[in-house]
Nanobody, 121 residues
Framework: HVQLVESGGGSVYNGGSPRLSCEAS????????WAWYRQFPGKERERVAT???????SHDDSVKGRFTITQDNAKNTVYLQMNSLKPEDTAMYYC????????????????WGQGTQVTVS
């Protein structure tokens, strides 16, 4: 049974720097892609960042230079360091994982967390 649990969201001041965490249990694949997505009210989920099993990362242009995805394999945890937050970053943030290479399609990710709300004001 695979479970992903996000944490670290909440209310943040404009310009703040929270770190989101996604702790995984039960996921054992060595060939994977972790992703952080976010969803604005009434909109589709959009990919924010990915990290692959070989360590390669990718960040969407909207967050490049402000957000950083990292992983701690020993803790089975993926992080999203968010710096210089803006009100337009307010969204529900989700982590997801798939076996194999990264994809930009939501349906390609096998497992999802429950989401953590980030509100910037």
């Amino acid at each position: 049974h695979v479970q992903l649990v996000e944490s670290g969201g909440g209310s943040v001041y404009n310009g703040g720097s929270p770190r989101l965490s996604c702790e995984a249990s039960g996921y054992t694949s060595r060939n994977y892609c972790w992703a952080w997505y976010r969803q604005f009210p009434g909109k589709e989920r959009e990919r924010v960042a990915t990290i692959e099993s070989d360590g390669r990362t990718s960040h969407d242009d909207s967050v490049k230079g402000r957000f950083t995805i990292t992983q701690d394999n020993a803790k089975n945890t993926v992080y999203l360091q968010m710096n210089s937050l803006k009100p337009e970053d307010t969204a529900m943030y989700y982590c997801a994982v798939r076996t194999g290479g990264c994809s930009n399609r939501v349906l390609d990710y096998n497992y999802w967390g429950q989401g953590t709300q980030v509100t910037v004001s």
